[in-house]
């Protein structure tokens, strides 16, 4: 018998499985009004920024789903590996077209616990680990020390995630599971998921726990309210 956090974790995995076509039809059809408003380009931006130039540089997009930040660093001439624990967004990224006069990305099924317990997965080194809006479910510290194992000796991670003063909403500000339904997005989706809320300071813990060392942060903002879009963290090796 699954523990409660056991079976949290089955429903968040399979909430990715149920919901790959909406997702997917979501990102490619700009139907997520915040992407459109700055975080895609913020998550572009600071890998740009990251390393000294994207051409020729090694990426590893974790939970990269289908594929559409991986296709962006690709077409800048970054060399770029996408794994995701979702095999079913993972095959709508290979089915997506590959960016013309660019290296075409690779994608590989692969789960931050596969990543955690065997270097051989998605192994490195790379210049940039990138994990967009990718980090979910609680503890989080394992991902991360899997993403700092698999650093080039100066390569960065860059995680972008919900900005914890605007997503923690009417809600109170401390660490807990909340539960996404999607109902913001302009299409449906078959299935709830549940998300883990993480204040700054959790985040800040989390990237010292897993040995990395917060280099700058940056808070998008939306170019009408002037609010905060996300939360952009860019770390190194402690």
């Not at 991902?143 to 000796?153: I, S, Y």
């Not at 010292?208 to 939306?222: K, M, V």
């Amino acid at each position: 018998m699954s523990t409660p956090d056991e079976a949290r974790d089955a429903r968040l995995a399979a909430s990715w499985e149920a919901n790959a076509d909406a997702w997917t039809g979501a990102v490619r059809e700009g139907a997520i009004a915040s992407r459109r408003a700055g975080t895609d380009a913020a998550i572009v931006a600071a890998c740009a920024a990251a390393v000294p130039t994207l051409a020729g540089a090694a990426v590893l997009d974790v939970g990269c789903g289908e594929g559409w930040l991986a296709r962006a660093l690709a077409a800048r001439g970054a060399h770029v590996l996408g794994v995701d624990a979702s095999a079913p967004l993972i095959e709508r990224a290979h089915a997506a077209p590959a960016p013309p006069h660019a290296p075409a990305p690779r994608y590989a099924v692969a789960s931050y616990e596969a990543m955690a317990a065997d270097a051989s997965v998605a192994r490195g080194p790379f210049d940039v680990v990138a994990v967009n809006f990718a980090l979910l479910g609680d503890p989080v510290t394992p991902a991360l020390a899997a993403c700092a194992a698999r650093l080039a000796p100066q390569g960065r991670v860059v995680v972008q995630t919900v900005h914890p003063w605007v997503a923690a909403g009417d809600g109170p500000y401390e660490p807990g599971w909340r539960e996404e339904t999607f109902a913001a997005f302009a299409v449906p989706f078959p299935s709830t998921m549940p998300w883990y809320f993480r204040t700054m300071a959790g985040w800040l813990d989390a990237l010292r726990d897993a040995g990395l060392r917060l280099e700058r942060a940056h808070e998008p903002l939306h170019p009408e309210t002037r609010r905060p879009l996300s939360l952009v963290l860019v770390a190194g090796r402690g």
